[in-house]
RNA sequence: UGCCGAAUGGUGUAAUGGUAGCACGACUGACUCUGACUCAGUUAGUCUAGGUUCGAGUCCUAGUUCGGCAGCCA
């Protein structure tokens, strides 16, 4: 959306001012940005923030966005999360200009890290990860050079060739950087730079045996790419200094910047790739794109929409200090797109049968409903109404709460689109429960009519019970119960009520409602139909967000 | 407690030495054939202590609190 990108652009922050800087000195020419997401999982709403921030800087300056795949890992990467990366990316609206993987540079890291062993700026190291891990010292002592630190250039080349061919087993060997074992920074302690994994790899096959880790590897592709800014978030902080390394000693000749900013945080919401992960992998929900997953492609079954989701984040801002969102900003972002967007329609979730007592009963007639009141160009459709509706239990008391406007015995409302009724009577059940309502309705209050007489204070929804489509309605809730603990087994960490089905009607007018089409459900809410489990049979809708209320059952005037 | 970083209403974010503003939330009220939307209003903030300055959220010093870093993960 231009609109919400240029108003937004107007506000700065550190990144902007950068980039404007150099390209303001000429220190570059063209900004070029890249989204490098390791193929090990789907996309979260985090992520959704850096993917904007990376694209939409790089178009605001005339420059270019790569996507590419961090694919160093073959051992939990997948082709499948490649895919499923691409698509949420371009679904959120984002054309990258070059689609790369760090795997295609795998020979060229190769001979930079020779380079650096020329150099004697890398060494072949023998010591075990356990042996490693107990030299490199802790956060207030340093660490102890390796025994095999200064071995000679040629044993090293020597070595380092032999690791490629597969002579050695996992973790038998790996190369190093040759920094300082007494630096501050843990990352400039001699990082590793390669370690041997006979894993075959989603893009490269049995080709490698010996993988870059992502400290050496990450500053190469951007390199080798023309990145200008390499944008990312926080806890790379303390990489930067090692990044600049790399691109140094090895002399590339494009040098990128690295920059961070805070990560999103949303309350009551774990993005953690790995507990996502589990939740998948363990069943307890319906795979990454369950509507209740704050992935991109559950957002996206859910409902959300790619306007919804990029305002929100564009709203954030970029900043360093790191904070939680209150999850309600991004549900305010989806009902202001929604409410312009979407076609109203009636749905009943919890059924109650209304018998119009005076209503005749064979006529049925036909009703105008605005399509969707903030766009009157799209005029009305027909909704059909006769002696018999429901309408939602929630609708009905025996006995009001104060300031209750629905239908109670003696009250009359507006059935939306239709008519005054009047609650004469109710029928119960053996176990007291209220099963019909009995009304009779004012022939002069048809909607459209015109009348003005009496008003009154309620109008509720309705949908024809001769014409009406069963439907199931999922409503949801946050995923996680509680405070997120990670101690907890995982069924415990998941909130029970999470998701409820409910089993009610839609009217004639939502028979062809097609896949993730949304719809305002009248005082429900915003739905979508769900694009996995509804058939032209059995319609699924999906609960996005709940419209707002001002009424509170529980909480009437007297405070 | 070694290094790095951050602190502005309940939440997010602006103010680049010169009137602390915006958005979300919450609460009032108006409007309403959606208790929605919209509109009007209320609420509430510069972590602490010193210092520099005519003037400090902003600069300096010290402290406090919070976050990140000890994968052959990214």
């Known amino acids: ?236 902080k303390d990489q930067r200094p090692l990044y600049d390394w790399v691109i140094q000693e090895c002399e590339m000749e494009n040098v990128p910047h690295q920059y961070e900013f805070g990560r999103l945080n949303l309350s009551n919401t774990v993005m953690s790739k790995r507990y996502l992960k589990r939740l998948v992998d363990e069943k307890l929900v319906d795979g990454w794109d369950d509507p209740r997953m704050p992935t991109i492609s559950g957002l996206r079954r859910r409902g ?89 239990r929630d609708d009905f008391m025996e006995v009001p709460p104060p300031k209750y406007h629905r239908l109670y015995p003696g009250n009359e409302v507006r059935l939306k689109n239709a008519y005054f009724v009047t609650c004469t009577d109710f029928v119960k059940d053996d176990e007291g429960n209220v099963v019909e309502v009995h009304c009779t309705y004012d022939p002069e209050t048809r909607s459209g009519s015109g009348f003005t007489a009496r008003k009154v204070k309620g109008t509720i929804h309705w949908v024809d019970a001769k014409s009406a489509i069963q439907a199931e309605f999922r409503l949801y809730e946050p995923l996680l119960a509680g405070d997120f603990d990670e101690e907890l087994p995982l069924e415990q960490t998941i909130n029970p009520d999470s998701i409820k089905i409910e089993h009610g009607y839609i009217g004639a007018d939502l028979k062809d409602a097609k896949p993730q089409e949304k719809y305002q459900f009248v005082r429900h809410g915003y739905f979508n139909v769900d694009p996995k489990d509804s058939t032209p049979e059995k319609k699924v809708f999906n609960l996005i967000v709940s419209l707002k209320s001002s009424f509170k059952i529980d909480n009437p005037a007297g405070k």
């Not at 997401?37 to 993917?51: D, M, R, V, W």
């Not at 044993?155 to 630096?183: P, Q, T, Y």
């Not at 209304?354 to 459709?381: R, S």
Request: hydrophobic share 35%.
């Open 1 to 236: 959306m231009e609109t919400t990108s240029s108003t937004t652009a107007s506000s700065s922050d550190f990144i902007r001012e950068i980039v404007s800087d150099d390209l303001k000195a000429g220190r570059v020419q063209e900004v070029v940005t890249r989204f490098p997401p390791e193929p090990n999982g789907y996309l979260h709403i985090g992520h959704a923030k850096s993917i904007f921030i990376n694209f939409e800087i790089a178009r605001e300056y005339g420059g270019k966005t790569n996507l590419r795949f961090d694919d160093t890992n073959p051992l939990k990467e997948d082709s499948e999360y490649v895919n499923a990366i691409q698509e949420d990316v371009a679904w959120l609206g984002f054309k990258w200009d070059g689609l790369y993987f760090a795997s295609d540079y795998f020979e060229e890291m190769y001979q930079r890290a020779i380079r650096l062993i020329k150099k004697g700026k890398a060494y072949v190291d023998d010591l075990s990860a356990d042996q490693l891990r107990e030299t490199r010292g802790t956060l207030t002592e340093s660490g102890q050079n390796s025994p095999y630190r200064d071995r000679s250039v040629e044993e090293n080349l020597a070595l380092f060739e032999r690791m490629r061919k597969g002579e050695f087993r996992d973790g038998e060997r790996v190369l190093r950087a040759k920094i300082d074992m007494a630096s501050p920074n843990l990352n400039m302690r001699d990082p590793v730079l390669y370690r041997i994994s006979h894993a075959v790899h989603h893009n490269t096959g049995d080709k490698w045996c010996i993988y870059p880790m992502y400290a050496f590897a990450h500053p190469l592709e951007d390199a080798i790419e023309g990145v200008t800014h390499s944008l990312c978030t926080l806890e790379f």
């Open 304 to 392: 959300f929409t790619p306007e919804a989701i990029r305002s929100f984040v564009s709203e954030l801002g970029i900043t360093i200090a790191g904070g939680e969102v209150d999850y309600k900003l991004l549900e305010h972002h989806v009902r202001l797109d929604l409410n312009v967007r979407a076609p109203r329609a009636m749905a009943v979730i919890k059924p109650i049968k209304v018998v119009i007592t005076n209503y005749p009963e064979d006529l049925t007639e036909m009703m105008e409903m605005e399509i969707n009141p903030e766009q009157p160009e799209l005029g009305t459709k027909k909704v059909q109404f006769s002696r018999e509706i429901y309408i939602d």
